[in-house]
């Protein structure tokens, strides 16, 4: 078995993209909310509009692509294939 630089650094990236998602995905209520207000704050009048999307399911979307990437990272190690 060959271990390889890409390897090693696509297996790290795995790693920590599926654990930044599993994160994302457990602390969504406080992102969400920490987003709602950084949108009052910087866009004033605008930014409340903004802010009613800002909620927690929109954050789970964004957990899971993270874990998919990662897994698909993992993947390409794992088999690395052609290209």
Do not use: C, H, Y
Not at 17 to 34: N, Q, Y
């Amino acid at each position: 078995m060959l271990v390889t630089v890409a390897g090693v650094l696509g297996t790290l990236f795995a790693i920590v993209t599926v654990g930044g998602g599993v994160l994302v995905i457990a602390m969504r209520e406080r992102i969400a909310g920490w987003n709602a207000r950084v949108n009052r704050k910087t866009f004033g009048a605008f930014g409340d509009r903004v802010a009613k999307n800002s909620t927690p399911s929109w954050i789970v979307i964004i957990g899971v692509g993270l874990i998919l990437l990662g897994v698909v990272s993992l993947l390409r190690v794992i088999f690395p294939g052609q290209g």
